[in-house]
């Protein structure tokens, strides 16, 4: 069946025309409701798609067993309207998740701020959309739950994408066009089918994910691993088909001690948490010693940014948060994706952890009922992606068609005291915004000075500060942006100071600020409140007598000692990390001369912060934050191959001529 299914550059157009002219970006409006070759009003898309919607109650196709190039089958299952327990015809714009965690198991990701402690199973999320007029199709990746194949994290997602939508298509209930959405791997698996240009691809809703660059945000950062890839691999395995057709490997699984293992570093092929899962356990030490950013790196599920020329131009939203391991990814694909000629993309940025976009607080800081997802746009995180898809894949108007380009939340404002939680009460406000960076964005240079204070005046005098990183002894990860590091490391916003929840903690009640192994510099109370929104970046100029180390900064919002926070509050902002074998590039690493004296730039991810008047900007450096990034043991041997552990002391430069500083972007009052 060939239907007249929308409006082209030359008149109406039939299904397998609409598929070449989605693929060029040429497709004018869509039809989903014309099921003869005569076409409806194109003014009259709520009559059209009035015929599609179903009773809320779709008939399931299940298991569906999808071929991909290489004759293994995808289990997928297909949500179809219906009324009355039979299927409309159609055809109708389809909604695609691909995902590694059951197809047929809840999504942590379908909360509310109603419910925020429930995740609504995938049958009552297809529904929701059936209910709307939209078929939807789940399905595992390749070696997850039902479906056929090896796994390798990431690897086979973008053909395997490519080819499910090209299944799609060819299907008598698909009208041609294809929305996709999903958290986290499943906006990974998002980018990397939009990196080959999948066909019918027709709208995206990128929720915490899709990896501009994985290198720098979700597996690697500066040059350091994420040993978040360690605890994910270990969960995971848990429920691999392998392991769980193995008495043995998960029983061995379950009895893994990870409070041990991150204790004794460093592993090694077959001396690892995940050591009874074979197939994990090789993906996780190929990651962790893929350390140049190579060819390895430089494919469509890894680095979009590579491949924004080929993405389809079509309406996207990218979706992150400021404590999520993936606001540099929302950015830099946002950018990216605008500068390549995609006129459609939009840019959410909220205050959550990881797909917590219906919790009003992160980690020991709450920052408001306001911060929340529901009610920006639309009144909770199901209706806003419905009226995205009915907007752009229906044709409807509503409110998310003349929504702005940029939507984000400034933290900060609040009282500064303690709810009856006992969190923090930080506060903040949503923020829109024509572009991003914020238009009228300035940079403010804050230069460091040996007292330890932040000023906007350069040193007059030559000083050097000096610190000994001991990889067996870091400085431990108290928050920040985190995912999938339970039962090691959980992300959010904290007072920086160590304690028995926080792994690594050497002195229970100690500010990090007071740790040997870290400077911090701090401007004077601030006058009057200033807006920090954006990438944070610093420049140093360090020396070392190791042939590698790393250089890890933090930014922090301190409040002064007050009745309801006697000793104040260090809430960490953002933080990166530059491994100094790639100070010059990521791609030719080369270790350092002993005692010689570079210029190096690192890196943190973005965040948007009003700090209060009374408030001290601060800024801590330091060469570790374990278990968030792998240890640098001092060697230069290869990453994840360490053998030897040593110490190594590094010097911060600081004068006329060697002017360390912070730069801020700060969005005017």
């Known amino acids: 069946m060939n239907r007249i299914i929308g409006w082209g550059p030359e008149g109406v157009i039939s299904r397998r025309e609409f598929t070449r002219w989605v693929a060029l970006g040429s497709v004018v409006a869509a039809l989903p409701g014309c099921a003869g070759e005569e076409h409806a009003d194109p003014d009259d898309a709520e009559a059209r798609v009035a015929a599609l919607r179903g009773d809320g109650r779709p008939t399931l196709l299940d298991n569906v067993r999808v071929p991909m190039r290489d004759g293994v089958a995808l289990a997928t299952d297909v949500w179809i309207p219906s009324r009355g327990g039979r299927p409309l015809d159609g055809p109708f714009p389809v909604v695609l998740e691909r995902t590694p965690y059951g197809r047929n198991l809840p999504s942590r990701s379908e909360r509310s701020r109603a419910a925020p402690d429930r995740a609504e199973s995938r049958a009552e999320v297809a529904a929701r959309f059936t209910a709307r007029g939209f078929v939807v199709v789940y399905q595992d990746c390749r070696g997850r739950y039902d479906s056929e194949g090896e796994y390798e994290k990431y690897v086979d997602d973008a053909e395997d994408g490519f080819d499910c939508c090209a299944w799609i298509v060819e299907q008598p209930w698909c009208d041609g066009r294809i929305g996709t959405k999903g958290l986290s791997y499943a906006a990974h698996t998002q980018a990397a089918l939009a990196s080959l240009g999948a066909p019918g691809l027709a709208s995206m809703f990128l929720d915490s994910g899709g990896f501009a660059n994985a290198y720098q945000g979700g597996i690697r950062q500066g040059g350091a691993f994420e040993l978040k890839q360690a605890t994910w691999a270990h969960r995971n395995a848990l429920v691999a088909p392998e392991v769980l057709a193995d008495p043995e490997a998960k029983a061995a699984l379950e009895a893994v001690d990870l409070h041990a293992w991150f204790a004794r570093m460093p592993w090694a092929p077959g001396d690892s948490p995940v050591a009874a899962a074979p197939d994990y356990e090789a993906y996780l030490f190929e990651q962790w010693r893929a350390g140049t950013f190579d060819d390895y790196w430089k494919v469509p599920g890894l680095w979009a940014e590579g491949y924004h020329d080929v993405w389809p131009d079509v309406p996207m939203v990218h979706m992150s948060s400021w404590y999520d391991p993936y606001p540099r990814t929302a950015v830099d694909n946002y950018r990216g994706l605008r500068a390549a000629g995609k006129r459609d993309v939009r840019l959410i940025l909220g205050p959550w952890t990881h797909g917590d976009r219906s919790l009003t607080w992160a980690g020991e800081v709450d920052f408001g009922a306001d911060a929340v997802i529901d009610g920006q746009g639309a009144p909770d995180?199901?209706?806003?992606?419905?009226?995205?898809?009915?907007?752009?894949?229906?044709?409807?108007?509503?409110?998310?068609?003349?929504?702005?380009?940029?939507?984000?939340?400034?933290?900060?404002?609040?009282?500064?005291?303690?709810?009856?939680?006992?969190?923090?009460?930080?506060?903040?406000?949503?923020?829109?915004?024509?572009?991003?960076?914020?238009?009228?964005?300035?940079?403010?240079?804050?230069?460091?000075?040996?007292?330890?204070?932040?000023?906007?005046?350069?040193?007059?005098?030559?000083?050097?500060?000096?610190?000994?990183?001991?990889?067996?002894?870091?400085?431990?990860?108290?928050?920040?942006?985190?995912?999938?590091?339970?039962?090691?490391?959980?992300?959010?916003?904290?007072?920086?100071?160590?304690?028995?929840?926080?792994?690594?903690?050497?002195?229970?009640?100690?500010?990090?600020?007071?740790?040997?192994?870290?400077?911090?510099?701090?401007?004077?109370?601030?006058?009057?409140?200033?807006?920090?929104?954006?990438?944070?970046?610093?420049?140093?100029?360090?020396?070392?007598?190791?042939?590698?180390?790393?250089?890890?900064?933090?930014?922090?919002?301190?409040?002064?000692?007050?009745?309801?926070?006697?000793?104040?509050?260090?809430?960490?902002?953002?933080?990166?990390?530059?491994?100094?074998?790639?100070?010059?590039?990521?791609?030719?690493?080369?270790?350092?001369?002993?005692?010689?004296?570079?210029?190096?730039?690192v890196t943190a991810f973005p965040t948007s912060n009003l700090f209060a008047a009374g408030h001290r900007i601060r800024l801590d450096i330091a060469s570790s934050n374990f278990p968030k990034y792998d240890l640098n043991f001092g060697t230069g041997e290869p990453e994840g191959s360490a053998t030897e552990v040593r110490t190594a002391r590094n010097t911060l430069h600081l004068s006329p001529e060697r002017p360390s500083a912070l730069l801020l972007p700060v969005v005017p009052g």
Do not use: C
């Open 381 to 601: 995180f199901w209706e806003l992606r419905l009226r995205w898809f009915e907007h752009t894949l229906h044709g409807l108007t509503n409110d998310v068609a003349s929504g702005p380009r940029v939507r984000y939340f400034v933290m900060g404002g609040g009282p500064g005291d303690r709810d009856a939680q006992g969190r923090l009460r930080h506060g903040g406000r949503w923020r829109t915004a024509a572009d991003w960076p914020i238009p009228g964005t300035e940079t403010r240079r804050l230069h460091l000075r040996a007292e330890g204070a932040l000023t906007e005046s350069a040193p007059d005098a030559a000083a050097e500060l000096a610190w000994t990183h001991d990889p067996r002894d870091p400085v431990p990860t108290i928050g920040g942006a985190i995912t999938s590091g339970r039962p090691i490391m959980e992300g959010g916003a904290y007072d920086q100071v160590e304690g028995p929840e926080f792994f690594g903690s050497s002195v229970m009640g100690r500010p990090l600020s007071d740790r040997p192994d870290v400077l911090a510099f701090r401007s004077p109370p601030l006058e009057s409140a200033v807006e920090v929104t954006g990438p944070i970046e610093v420049e140093l100029w360090v020396s070392s007598d190791a042939p590698d180390t790393d250089l890890t900064i933090k930014l922090v919002d301190e409040y002064p000692p007050s009745e309801a926070l006697p000793d104040g509050f260090a809430m960490i902002l953002t933080d990166g990390i530059l491994r100094l074998r790639y100070r010059d590039s990521f791609e030719r690493p080369s270790l350092l001369e002993p005692g010689r004296v570079y210029r190096v730039q």
